[in-house]
């Protein structure tokens, strides 16, 4: 195991791989309260022009959260995650998340974070601030 003190600028971060369910994003539907049918209703979503369904942004953003954690541990916390969302995710999609250590200083670590789909698009992209206990 690699201590997160070990890092240093341009390594990799652990890659964490996700495939949204219909289940999945219903019950984010309900734990958030955001019920807008273009999530949650196939054929509303393609009469707007999405294509079909599509997950919450906040969904892909917490499990990029969760890649961050799982790598950080109990060695510090995410402070500041800053993201843009570039492309839609739909239920089925393999999305993958990575990043990489921009920068360090003292106990803070700043990381460039991204998530792609299988068809190698990104979905996601963002700088994430970890501190160090």
Not at 61 to 68: D, E, I, N, W
Not at 117 to 122: A, I, L, T
Request: aromatic share 6%.
């Amino acid at each position: 195991m690699k201590w997160l003190s070990n890092y240093q600028v341009s390594e990799r971060l652990p890659i964490r791989e996700w495939i949204p369910s219909q289940v999945q994003i219903r019950q984010y539907a309900e734990a958030s309260g955001d019920f807008n049918p273009i999530h949650l209703d196939d054929n509303y979503a393609r009469q707007v022009g999405l294509g079909g369904m599509i997950a919450h942004g906040m969904l892909t953003m917490a499990q990029m959260t969760a890649m961050l954690t799982e790598w950080i541990g109990k060695e510090g916390r995410v402070s500041k995650l800053d993201v843009r969302f570039v492309q839609v995710v739909r239920p089925g999609d393999k999305i993958t998340f990575c990043g990489s250590i921009r920068d360090r200083s003292g106990n803070i670590i700043v990381c460039d974070v991204e998530a792609c789909n299988d068809q190698k698009e990104k979905v996601l992209v963002g700088l994430a601030h970890i501190i160090r206990k």
